[in-house]
């Protein structure tokens, strides 16, 4: 049997028999790309933890409407999870990060604003609602229940003085170890630079704290690689 596909619905609206009215966005959606029609079976996901089953009553002039005939509820994933601070990329490739944290498992995600980021803080701050959004639609395509975190910008600073010499943190850096040297204590955190890397002073705060760099492979790689080829690799690694 195919499974039905799955479009978004509020945080803590879905109750069994509840009538659900679809943003705008997920109008378009099921219009246009899924080609639904009322009466097609959907499941919606409210990134809390919810899935319903849940049946088309309406799609027509730009509305959409669904009837929940079924919840299930997935408890919160356990443990602190990984966390990506990436530095705010320009042009598309943060979307694509913040899209593929969700997909491999990253639970909290940091756009880090620093002296080589092209993008200042209010810049940086302007795009989160942006990003947030991503981070939603993302869960569609992967089956995740609980909505990956997209915080407020951060500097080198802040992060270093939030997280701190216990959570775990770890610098992307192609003269670092492998992940099988890293301590017990470390992969919780992954920091990742602009292309130019982090600046000296910043990585000063980073070592500090003693976090250690980490070797992603043989080649250079772009920022938004590097975040989801380490952040893959932390996630793996934690649920070992």
Known sequence: MKASPWLLAERGSLAEGRIIELDRNEVRHAAGALRLRPGDRVTLVDGAGRTAEAVLRELAKGRASA???AV???AQPEGEGVTLALAVLHGRGMDWAVEK???V????FVPVVGERTQAGRKAARDRTPHWSRIALQALKQCKRT????VSEPL?????????GADRGGVVADRHGVSVSELPASAGRLLLVGPEGGFAPEELGLFSDLGWPRLRLGPHVLRSETAAIVGAAVLVANAVR
């Open 101 to 103: 944290s969700v997909e």
């Open 72 to 74: 299930c509820e997935q």
């Open 155 to 163: 500097t080198p600073g802040e992060i270093a003085e939030n997280f």
């Open 67 to 69: 009837e929940v005939l």
């Open 146 to 149: 609980w909505a990956m975190e």
């Open 105 to 108: 498992g990253v639970r909290r």
